[in-house]
């Protein structure tokens, strides 16, 4: 991508992509990090132009998103955000277009789009705010809450499995699907990027702090005290370790993953599982979405998976084009005249 | 044809051919051949396609029947027919299905080799029809279809199976002999369709030329009717249907406002034909998107509609019910939409294959909130084409969703089209603001009309949205006094429409005592009922609505100018209720029987004589 940074483009500053408007979230809200974030990325997306972006969104607190960023945005209906997002890239594959979404817009009502958004591989960008829980209807358990969660709508504890999200774009073929977390904010910066730089359906979980109606929801990976020992970076060509002293590692014993103690003498290294991001079985992807299934394992974050494959706004295209050569440009009056036909003469 | 028979050829004005069989018989097939061939010819025609929702239902039943019917005429005529003069039965079931519709006196062709125990019996034939003179009092010609078709493909390399399967051809060739029509539109067509498959051009020929032959050879047929040429007005024509016509149309707005085309789209019967017929226009700088549902398949278009482009959705009343939420949508955001809803017998799956007008006031009032939206109405199979370029235009020009109604009857039904040229369609005025200086999203021209900025245009970044919008800025309000302002602005902007759409037009007496006022595929019903009533004296009107929302500005007088007004419609009296509440008008006469099926022009004509007092008093 850096080779396509053209002299004398206009250099952006995080302000340039702030609007006028005022910024109506809760104090303390997870989504003022994830703003900031976005903002402070912008700028270092190679090429980029403000006019250029668009941001779709659906319903919900993460929707109100595109009222924040000066760049094009459509604050649309529950759940459709990615179907909108699609009719704009299919037809104008100049834009680069973002979708922001939460847990009950993109898993719940928006739940069909989101999987064939994916499947198709349309070059869309989808930053999914998970706080698991419903925020703006005031507390009701979302299709990410935890089993047992009680909540109004839950009074005596959910009995609803959740949604594993990132295990969800895996199986839907997502071609780019990361994880990160509102408070870690240069790892968050890094997603974006990548996210940005992607070229297919980029999905990225963001874990995000309700502090209204579900605080502390992902305390153990914010923590100072706790985070170490309960957040995994996945880094490509790297070894998975994570703890306090680095001195844990994730290895796989057949297919059932494992933690080894890389201090207890019977491991080394070498044991642990090496990241691969474009590995193109999905099954070490979803072993390692599926770690968090386990209070003994860490969550992992960082890019669980990318593929490149052509994307389906440029198959689209691609067809117009080859068509349009094959066939000629459409002629009208030809069209309407053409096939069986008859003359009426005057008389 | 040299065999020194004997043929009388009789001379007649019109006549209606039903053709039905088995649902696998290939009988819309069938029809679909006659009707071009019979276009070509130069006759005036209309047709009527009836097959049922199933697939494949099992074969030999009643409800696995499909039937095509088609008028064709020297004069103008405006309907499929009301009673078939001639019946093609493939089978007992089609026989026992169609038996009760025809004239008196009918020709009815059957395929005899299908009037075996099993099959008379799945019809329900207690004892065979051909032979218990239940048939007497019909012209019947027993015809044993499925063998001379294996006779005449003896020489074809073929399965019996596939062999079986040109029994149709056989038929088509015989009724090709019985009206004097020529074989070659078929036979180019088998060229085309097979051309990777010899073997099927070759035994579709075979059994066509056979039942034409049949035809000349027999002693039974002795004969042949002919249909001169309608007088149509001069110019090139071609058949089309209604769902081809509004595939067309919408290529010819793209072609006409200059913008792309889109559409975003989920198969429903009856609709699913303009997603296929656009899907091949590629090289008309047209984009199909056959979504993962109705939903996606609108709102893919509203993303289209934002990006710049002339976006449509196309459906049936249960898709357009999932799309009510969007459209709501693209109300609030003002953005151009055409959604197309190719009604169908309701309510919930109700009848998928039939017709039916009962989606007019979903279309009108059918979303939350205050939410009008332009509704416009095809009237024949060939004024799909013209409607989809005013939905297009009056969408585009005026910055709103635009619903246009087709149904069933006009989406597979078939009429001869004079075929406008390019320079006489309406032109479509589209501009993008590309200026930011002063640049207000929701500011408004003199039509109350906001601009289109497409995204990709520097310095004019903005948000639209569902949320309710202040005036001229366009940011998220909650003041009530805006609100109020912004629901009255989107209803007169729709309501402006009524600058750029034509007067209401009457045929016949400009005043009187009976007006027929339609809307949709009522229209051939009722010119040709009305013209039948004329021609018996009575004094009556036709008027026709093809912008239901807004009305044409003279409606309301239109309307004032007669002491009564006839209105048929094929629900429980939609159109009725809304003009009743709009203009007033005490004289109003519902007519309404939802059959899934179209007015028949005699239930209309009936019905104009017992208004204007049975006798012949019209005066």
Redesign the interface.
């Known amino acids: 991508m850096a080779n396509n940074i053209e002299v004398g483009e206009i250099k952006y500053t995080p302000k340039d992509f702030a ?1 006028d ?1 005022d910024v109506r979230w809760c104090p303390g809200c997870g989504d003022y990090a994830i703003l900031a974030q976005v903002q402070r990325t912008f700028p270092k997306i190679p090429g980029i ?4 972006i ?3 969104s659906g ?1 919900g607190c993460s929707s109100r998103f ?2 924040y960023m ?8 529950h759940g ?1 955000a990615p ?10 594959p ?2 680069q277009v973002w979708v922001a979404t939460g847990d009950g817009d993109l898993l719940s009502i928006g739940g ?2 989101f999987i ?1 958004a994916c499947r198709k591989n349309v070059d869309i960008k989808i930053m999914l705010f998970n706080n698991r829980i419903y925020a703006l209807t005031k507390g009701q358990y979302s299709p990410t809450s935890e089993r047992g969660k009680i909540t109004k709508t839950t009074p005596y504890g959910s009995v609803d499995y959740p949604f594993n999200a990132i295990s969800l774009a895996l199986g839907a073929n997502a071609t780019f699907v990361a994880r990160s977390i509102d408070r870690d904010a240069k790892h968050l910066q890094a997603m974006i990027l990548r996210a940005a730089q992607h070229k297919g359906t980029a999905f990225l979980e963001i874990y995000q702090n309700c502090n209204i109606f579900n605080d502390g929801a992902f305390r153990l990976l914010t923590d100072k005290e706790t985070k170490e020992d309960h957040v995994l970076y996945l880094e490509h060509g790297k070894p998975m370790i994570f703890g306090k002293n680095k001195d844990k590692g994730i290895a796989l014993n057949g297919l059932e993953p494992i933690v080894i103690d890389l201090n207890d003498g019977k491991h080394s290294i070498d044991d642990v599982l090496v990241h691969d991001e474009n590995d193109d079985s999905l099954i070490r992807a979803f072993i390692l979405s599926h770690l968090t299934d386990h209070p003994d394992f860490p969550t992992p974050v960082g890019v669980f998976r990318q593929l490149f494959q052509p994307t389906y706004d440029e198959s ?2 691609q ?2 084009k080859e ?2 050569e ?5 002629d ?2 030809k ?3 053409s ?8 008389n | 044809m040299g065999n020194g028979k004997e043929t009388e050829v009789k001379q007649i004005r019109e006549v209606t051919v039903r053709f039905a069989g088995d649902s696998g018989d290939g009988m819309q097939l069938t029809g679909t051949q006659f009707s ?1 061939t019979t ?4 006759n005036d025609l209309s047709t009527l396609p009836d097959y049922p929702a199933e697939i494949r239902a099992p074969a030999g039943t009643l409800y696995g029947v499909s039937g095509f019917q088609l008028h064709f005429s020297s004069n103008d005529i405006f309907t499929p027919g009301d009673k078939p003069d001639v019946l093609v039965a493939m089978n007992p079931a089609a026989l026992k299905k169609n038996l009760p519709d025809l004239k008196p006196g009918a020709m009815i062709i059957v395929n005899t080799d299908s009037f075996d125990k099993k099959n008379l019996a799945l019809a329900g034939f207690e004892s065979n029809p051909l032979e218990d003179g239940t048939l007497s009092g019909f012209e019947v010609y027993d015809v044993p279809i499925t063998t001379l078709t294996f006779n005449a493909l003896e020489d074809v390399d073929l399965s019996t199976k596939d062999k079986a399967r040109s029994k149709n051809f056989f038929a088509l060739g015989l009724m090709y002999w019985l009206f004097e029509r020529p074989l070659d ?1 078929t036979l180019n067509w088998l060229r085309e369709k097979f051309k990777n498959k010899p073997e099927l051009i070759e035994a579709n020929e075979k059994a066509l030329r056979a039942g034409y032959n049949f035809g000349d050879i027999t002693e039974r047929f002795t004969t042949r009717y002919k249909i001169e ?1 309608a007088k ?8 089309i249907s209604g769902n081809e016509a509004t595939a ?1 149309g919408f ?2 707005a793209s ?1 006409r406002s200059g913008l ?1 085309l ?1 559409l ?1 789209s989920y198969p429903i019967t009856p609709a699913s034909e303009i997603l296929q017929f656009l899907s091949k ?7 199909t ?1 056959q ?3 109705e ?2 398949g609108i ?11 002339l ?1 449509i959705t196309t459906t049936s009343g249960p898709g357009l019910a999932l799309k009510t ?2 459209i ?2 693209a109300v609030m ?1 003002e953005l151009p939409l055409v959604i197309v809803d190719v009604q169908r017998g309701g309510p919930s799956t109700g009848l998928p294959t039939k017709t039916e007008q009962a989606d007019l006031l979903q279309a009108l009032y059918g979303r939350n909130g205050e939410a009008p939206v332009g509704v416009v109405a095809a009237a024949t199979p060939s004024d799909c084409f013209h409607m989809a370029i005013e939905a297009s235009r009056l969408a585009l020009e005026f910055m709103t969703p635009v619903i246009l109604l087709s149904d069933g009857y006009l989406a597979n039904g078939s009429e001869p089209w004079k ?4 320079d006489e369609l309406p032109e479509i005025k589209v501009k993008f603001l590309t200026e930011p200086e002063g640049f207000k999203p929701y500011a408004r021209d003199e039509n109350l009309v906001r601009p289109w900025v ?14 309710e919008k202040a005036n001229i800025t366009g ?2 309000s909650y003041d009530p006094e805006n609100h109020h302002q912004m629901v009255t602005i989107r209803a007169q902007k729709v309501k402006n429409m009524q600058k750029v759409i034509p007067d209401l037009e009457v045929d016949g007496d400009k005043e009187g005592d009976l007006l027929v006022l339609g809307w949709g595929s009522t229209y051939g019903a009722i010119k040709e009922g009305v013209e039948r009533a004329r021609r018996k004296g009575y004094k009556v009107s036709q008027a026709h609505l093809k912008y239901l929302n807004p009305f044409p500005k003279n409606t309301g007088e239109v309307l004032s100018k007669f002491k009564r007004i006839l209105l048929p419609e094929v629900n429980m009296g939609q159109l009725a209720k809304v003009l009743k509440s709009e203009f007033l008008h005490h004289g109003i006469i519902q007519f309404n029987l939802v059959r899934g099926l179209p007015f028949r022009s005699t239930e209309i004509e009936e019905k104009i004589i017992e208004l204007l007092g049975g006798g012949n008093n019209g005066q």
């Open positions: 609007s408007q132009k403000r006019e250029n668009v941001w779709v319903i595109p009222y000066n760049t094009y945005g459509f604050h649309s209906i459709r179907a909108i997002a699609t009719g704009i890239k299919l037809t104008r100049d834009l069909n789009h064939h689209v295209n067809q117009v068509v349009t094959k066939l000629g440009k459409g009208l009056e069209m309407l005249f096939g069986n036909t008859w003359t009426v003469s005057d | 071009d276009a070509s010819v130069g539109t040429p149509l007005p001069a110019g090139t024509y071609r058949n067309w290529i010819a072609v792309p889109f975003g226009y590629k090289n008309f700088n047209v984009r998107f979504a993962e549902d939903i996606a709102t893919s278009a509203i993303g289209a509609a934002f990006a710049g482009n976006a939420e969007a709501g949508l955001t075929i406008p040229h390019v497409k995204p990709g245009t520097p310095n004019m970044e903005h948000r639209i949205g569902g949320l940011n998220v």
